[in-house]
């Protein structure tokens, strides 16, 4: 099976800031990597797929990176409704697996 | 809209069996492959099962292989999770997932969840 794990697991940071997540597979995914968004109580919500596409309608200050193991999330100018968990998901083979999460505390 | 709604979730004991459903609308059910996914309490995402458009093939975590079994009724759009021999680590928001065209293990769509709580 393939691991991701993500870091931080938790971050604080400010309205206005840019985070980065981090997120590395035990092995080459070739770039099939995908990043959700949960808020509490809810489904999660696809943000980017494939390393770096934007989803319909997510704000363009959403942003993925990388290749091989290691995959970035960034989030630029932090806005009050970004504040969530985040989870980076490979979908190179079976089974799929997440990362563990990073919260986004204020 | 595409809409997905689980069903089915409950209390039960371990050694228990449940059925969780998922109806879907706002696409053609038959043309897309779907996944369940589980969220224990507080804890991260995992994927549990999917099955192709057709239904001719399903796919397992390795924790719930021999013990889920998931299948899907085209005529009435409706996905299943048949779960026996639950246990306490079964305990968890169970979602059903739709993929987007040009993915099967990419999650565009996702239903609210349904709770199973395993428990004496």
């Known amino acids: 099976d393939i691991q991701m794990t993500q870091s931080p697991s938790s971050l604080s940071a400010s309205v206005g800031d840019s985070v980065t997540i981090t997120c590395q597979a035990s092995q080459d995914i070739n770039n099939y990597l995908n990043w959700y968004q949960q808020k509490p109580g809810k489904a999660p919500k696809l943000l980017i797929y494939?390393?770096?596409d934007l989803e319909t309608g997510v704000p363009s200050r959403f942003s993925g990176s990388g290749s091989g193991t290691t995959f970035t999330l960034t989030i630029s100018s932090l806005r009050p409704e970004d504040f969530a968990t985040y989870y980076c998901?490979?979908?190179?083979?079976?089974?799929?697996?997440f990362g563990g999460g990073t919260k986004v505390e204020i | 809209e595409v809409q997905l709604l689980e069903s089915g979730g409950a209390w039960v004991q371990p050694g228990g069996s449940l059925r969780l459903s998922c109806v879907a609308s706002g696409f053609t059910f038959s043309g897309y492959s779907m996944s369940w996914v589980r969220q224990a309490p507080g804890k991260g995402l995992e994927w549990v099962s999917s099955?192709?458009?057709?239904?001719?093939?399903?796919y397992y975590a390795d924790s719930v292989k021999g013990r889920f079994t998931v299948s899907r009724d085209i005529s009435t759009s409706t996905l299943y999770l048949q779960m026996i021999g639950l246990r306490a680590e079964d305990t968890a928001v169970y979602y059903c997932?739709?993929?987007?065209?040009?993915?099967?293990?990419?999650?565009?769509?996702w239903g609210q969840g349904t709770l199973v709580t395993v428990s004496s």
């Open positions: 998901q490979q979908y190179d083979s079976l089974p799929l697996t």
């Open positions: 099955i192709s458009s057709s239904g001719s093939s399903t």
């Open positions: 997932a739709k993929p987007p065209l040009w993915s099967r293990s990419t999650f565009d769509y």
């Open positions: 494939t390393t770096s």
